[in-house]
């Protein structure tokens, strides 16, 4: 799932990204509406968590020119403001929920499950690629009978590499959404879990290889195809 968070509050939009990230979601972050509205236009995107007070266009207007445009993303609006109008409001203008902060995490990534499901959105409980399966609930790759438990790391890059296996995935775009756009972790770490999962891949017997394209990145290959 490819979620977009439109908040202005930095600590907030922070905590909001390593929340989405910890599920293995893709997250895109921008910091007021103008911003929002470019990327919700030129992105494709499972769900939007729109704040109401931005700077330099309110997150009302937001929704109710991406509504116009027939945008139809299901949109969470996350606002300080609690009163029934400001509620009404935001639902009219066309989001499919509502919430005040403060709010639990929980709660939050159980109504982003319910609205992308609201267009018909089939939610996985596993990705598979060849022999190999991921079960999103567990954290645990495997082959046939063979089962191997992934650290929340390797189930972000595994979970990265399935969703698009044919896709070459770059170092850089692996360190952006494992570890964060503003992280200081350098390539070799993500060489050291690739190599973590491809000894895993190896223990359950699986013939799905992890493959270094270089100078480029990584994708997944399907060794029992000839």
């Known amino acids: 799932m490819k979620i977009l968070i439109v908040e202005d509050d930095l600590h907030l939009s922070e905590a909001l990204e390593h929340i989405m990230k910890e599920q293995g979601y893709l ?6 509406g103008l911003d ?5 236009v ?12 931005l700077p330099k266009m309110n997150g009302y207007d937001v929704i109710k020119t991406l509504r116009k445009q027939k945008n139809a993303t299901p949109t969470i609006m ?3 403001k609690n009163e029934i109008n400001d509620k009404v409001e935001g639902l009219d203008a066309g989001a499919d929920d509502y919430m005040v902060k403060p709010f639990a995490p929980k709660e939050l990534l159980a109504r982003v499950r319910a609205v992308s499901r609201r267009i018909g959105e089939v939610v996985m409980d596993e990705l598979t690629f060849g022999d190999l399966v991921l079960n999103l609930n567990t954290n645990m790759l495997s082959c046939g009978l063979r089962k191997v438990s992934v650290t929340n790391k390797e189930f972000q890059i595994i979970k990265i590499l399935l969703s698009s296996p044919a896709t070459i995935t770059s170092k850089d775009t692996l360190i ?3 570890w964060g756009v503003d992280s200081e972790v350098e390539e070799n770490s993500v060489e050291a879990y690739i190599s973590f999962l491809r000894k895993k891949l190896q223990f359950i017997g699986s013939k799905v290889g992890i493959q270094t394209i270089r100078m480029t990145g990584y994708r997944l290959e399907d060794n029992s195809v000839c």
């Open 176 to 178: 952006s959404n494992v």
């Open 78 to 80: 996350l606002t300080a």
């Open 36 to 40: 929002g509205l470019y990327y919700a």
């Open 42 to 53: 030129n992105n494709d995107y499972d769900v939007i968590i729109l704040d109401i007070m």
């Open 27 to 32: 997250v895109d972050v921008v910091n007021d």
